[in-house]
Nanobody, 113 residues
Framework: ARLEESGGAWVQPGGSLRLSCVGS????????MSWDRQAPGKERESVAN????????KYSPSVKGRFTISRDNDKDTVYLQMNNLKPEDTAVYYC???????WGQGTQVTVSS
């Protein structure tokens, strides 16, 4: 089983990015999925999570109203739409399924002018 993220890039403050994460080797649609991030010199923090059928979504206070988590179970993919990006959003973003102990390799998001 594995997770593979994509979509990270450099973007100016106020810009947008969409991260994608494709799961394989497990029944993706059965599981809650999450995005975490880790900034340089800081601990990893939870950003957002989504239940298996998208019935519930939760966000950290720092991203609520700017980020949107979604998923397409037909494509075994979870997304993170990030709008109005700020320099403090700079981090490596990880897709994960904690109960299975699955983490992607991470994708770098850099927000700077």
């Amino acid at each position: 089983a594995r997770l593979e993220e994509s979509g990270g890039a450099w973007v100016q403050p106020g810009g947008s990015l969409r991260l994608s994460c494709v799961g394989s080797g497990f029944t993706f649609g059965f599981y809650q999925m999450s995005w975490d991030r880790q900034a340089p010199g800081k601990e990893r923090e939870s950003v957002a999570n989504i239940t298996s059928r998208s019935s519930d979504k939760k966000y950290s206070p720092s991203v609520k109203g700017r980020f949107t988590i979604s998923r397409d179970n037909d494509k075994d993919t979870v997304y993170l739409q990030m709008n109005n990006l700020k320099p403090e959003d700079t981090a490596v973003y990880y897709c994960n399924q904690k109960m299975l102990g699955l983490w992607g390799q991470g994708t770098q998001v850099t927000v700077s002018s």
